[in-house]
């Protein structure tokens, strides 16, 4: 038996309109997709060089053009079909795909003399259909080069600033419309309100919510599955947690959970796995000691991707004996596959693979077991929601992201026993001193119902392959360093460094080296993403 992960969208057949966001190399392409499921509609990614045919193909209810890099005259500029335009499919492009929108059609796009970047005053001169209630003037975010001169022939121009002269125009009687500036993103206060606009005119449904996603992948689940056994491999965070409870509404008893202690979890995790997961759901779940067979699998290795390809293959093989050991029958494994890691392991996309996720690169071609992935298409917040509609505990629910690869890509080199030990007990700290200061768990609301700032999306400790010298009771020391890594997020396909209060970070600093013989540094990290990931490895 082969892999074989469902490759459809959940608008096939589900009864879900479905949004393309067309990625012209944006970084904030996920984001569009994001704030368009906000707004209850299903949304999903695909790459410029998606055929005219595929894209129709889809049945799409509106289709979004996104940001880009590049200038529309470059001779490698990635370009779209001018096919779409008369496709009778409403289509809304922002920033590079509104000068795209408006050279296929006629209009003028060129170097206005200025750059626009970062906030920016945009003065409305008729509202027309999509900007309709937004008031005369408004703040919004830009970040281009090249601008629209003049806009195609019978469209009108909605809006400009002091350096865009055409930035929103649009022909409503043709579902087309385009803008310069980005609605996606916070920094334009009523951006919502523009793409609720557009929604509006594709007549997508607003159906995509936590019940209905729910109900959608219980359905999928059962026509995959049927009768048979499954298995499930429960890491201890949120993403399988929240599969299992799905497949488990799906299926019930034909459900079995293995959690695999590769010696590469944190501190007390599989304690506290077995107690929370144990406590709320009636799921079998079976605990396998592989942590002397991982470490050897490890040893010598320092590059991350085969780190991880290495820790996927073995799962599987795993997963595989407790399958023979304890479910002979099963044929079908649930992983928490999430739309971002398909996204930056390259699935799917003309895109770079940017890390392969153990559970979507690293899996080996022959694996006893077809696929059951009924995370595949949701972002991270998506998932919490679905968990909370499930009824998880909170505990389950908000405990941070940990890669499945564990421990093994925080270490930078080859992972050791001792090196893993070091790293556990630091990385305790770090968690210990963030929930003390209130960091952890649930973010706090706000009024406004934006994202709260100041909340820890994910936080934990990094050991480099290096030592610095260090002195400690009048001693010289030669000990490793550790890296603090915090960061604020929606969804992880972007993210912001945590401002951590500085007595905060003393006192894990202080901790650390006090209780870590073997440490004598600690650092923070204070690198976005991008350009960095949240992860070093």
Not at 315 to 321: G, H, M, S
Not at 328 to 340: E, H, I, K, N, R
Not at 361 to 370: A, I, T, V
Not at 445 to 461: K, L, M, S, Y
């Amino acid at each position: 038996m082969t892999p074989n992960a469902p490759t459809l969208s959940p608008d096939a057949g589900t009864g879900f309109d479905t949004v393309l966001v067309v990625d012209f190399g944006a970084q904030y392409a996920q984001v569009i997709a994001r704030r368009v499921r906000e707004l209850h509609v299903y949304s999903e990614i695909v790459p410029a060089s998606t055929p005219f045919e595929e894209l129709l193909a889809r049945r799409p209810a509106g289709i979004i053009l996104s940001g880009g890099p590049a200038s529309v005259y470059a001779d490698d500029a990635p370009a779209i079909d001018p096919r779409v335009f008369d496709a009778g499919v409403p289509v809304l492009g922002i920033c590079y795909g509104q000068q795209l929108m408006a050279q296929a059609l006629g209009g003028e796009v060129a170097r206005t003399g200025t750059s626009e970047f970062g906030r920016t005053e945009l003065a409305i001169r008729e509202p027309g259909a999509l900007l309709d209630g937004l008031g005369a003037r408004q703040t919004v975010w830009m970040s281009h080069n090249d601008a629209v001169r003049a806009a195609p022939p019978g469209f009108r121009v909605t809006a400009a600033t002091d350096d865009s002269p055409a930035a929103a125009f649009e022909a409503p009687e043709r579902g087309l419309f385009g803008v310069q500036f980005h609605p996606e993103v916070s920094h334009t206060p009523r951006g919502l309100d523009v793409l609720a606009s557009f929604l509006a005119r594709t007549g997508a449904r607003p159906t995509w919510t936590s019940h209905s996603v729910i109900e959608a992948s219980v359905e999928r689940i059962r026509e995959q599955v049927g009768d048979a056994t499954v298995l499930c491999g429960l890491s201890g965070g949120v993403d399988s947690a929240v599969a299992a409870a799905l497949v488990e509404k799906a299926v019930g008893s034909q459900l079995t959970c293995v959690l695999v202690d590769h010696g590469l979890l944190r501190e007390g995790e599989v304690a506290d796995v077995q107690q929370a997961f144990g406590a709320h759901s009636d799921v079998r779940l079976i605990t396998v000691d592989a942590r002397e067979r991982f470490l050897a699998l490890l040893e010598g290795v320092e590059d991350p991707e085969e780190k991880r390809k290495r820790i996927g293959g073995e799962f599987i093989r795993v997963f595989e004996e407790a399958a023979r050991t304890h479910a002979s029958d099963a044929g079908f494994l649930v992983q928490g596959t999430l739309y971002p890691d398909v996204i930056e392991s390259g699935e799917g996309h003309a895109a770079a693979t940017i890390k392969s996720h153990h559970n979507v690169g690293g899996l080996p071609e022959d694996m006893d077991f077809d696929l059951v992935e009924p995370l595949r298409w949701l972002f991270k917040d998506e998932v919490r929601r679905v968990g909370e509609e499930l009824g998880l505990p909170p505990e389950l629910v908000w405990r941070q992201p940990f890669p499945g690869p564990g421990l093994a890509v925080r270490i930078i080199g080859e992972v050791t026993g001792q090196r893993l030990d070091l790293l556990r007990r630091a990385d305790a700290i770090v968690r210990a001193e963030l929930r003390r200061a209130g960091l952890e768990g649930p973010p706090r609301p706000r009024p406004d119902g934006q994202a709260d700032p100041e909340h820890v999306w994910q936080a934990f400790a990094v050991l480099p392959a290096i030592r610095s010298v260090g002195v400690q009771g009048d001693e010289r020391t030669y000990g490793h360093p550790v890296i603090v890594r915090a960061v604020t997020s929606e969804d992880a396909m972007t993210a912001d460094f945590a401002r951590i209060d500085w007595d905060v970070l003393e006192r894990i600093a202080t901790r650390v080296i006090n209780g870590v013989p073997g440490i004598n540094r600690v650092a923070y990290d204070i690198t976005s993403k991008p350009p960095g990931t949240i992860e070093w490895e």
